[in-house]
């Protein structure tokens, strides 16, 4: 069964980080581009972040750029977005998502492109 598990949710104060892992379980990552999504209350899920199978190439949404940086680890099957500067309108629960692509520059903002869904982590800013 293709799993994707995530963890490193949490409560932080304004300014702190957090990292979010999604690792896969029940097939490899290497040929998949991964796309972090986030859904606050209230709100529709949107993009947020997105990382080729290669990890050449990575895409931010304006609202997190240069505060959140997408890696993977391939050998260990994870990906990673590393959140810095974290804002309470950060907020929201997020989703990691994967789909099979042989491009190695391939990386979209979109959900509908993605076939495997994380179950989602609990992001919390607040003083």
């Known amino acids: 069964q293709l799993q994707l598990v995530q963890s490193g949710g949490g409560l932080v104060q304004p300014g702190g980080s957090l990292r979010l892992s999604c690792a896969a379980s029940?097939?490899?990552?290497?040929?998949?581009?991964i796309g972090w999504f986030r859904q606050a209350p209230g709100k529709e899920r949107e993009g947020v972040s997105c990382i080729s199978n290669s990890g050449g190439t990575t895409n931010y949404a304006d609202s997190v750029k240069g505060r959140f940086t997408g890696s993977r680890d391939n050998a260990k099957n994870t990906v990673y977005l590393q959140m810095n500067s974290l804002k309470p309108e950060d907020t929201a629960i997020y989703y990691c998502?994967?789909?099979?692509?042989?491009?190695?520059?391939?990386?979209?903002?979109?959900?509908?492109?993605?076939?495997?869904w994380g179950q989602g982590t609990q992001v919390t800013v607040s003083s």
């Open positions: 029940g097939f490899t990552l290497d040929y998949y581009a």
């Open positions: 998502a994967a789909v099979r692509r042989f491009t190695n520059y391939y990386c979209s903002g979109y959900q509908e492109h993605y076939d495997y």
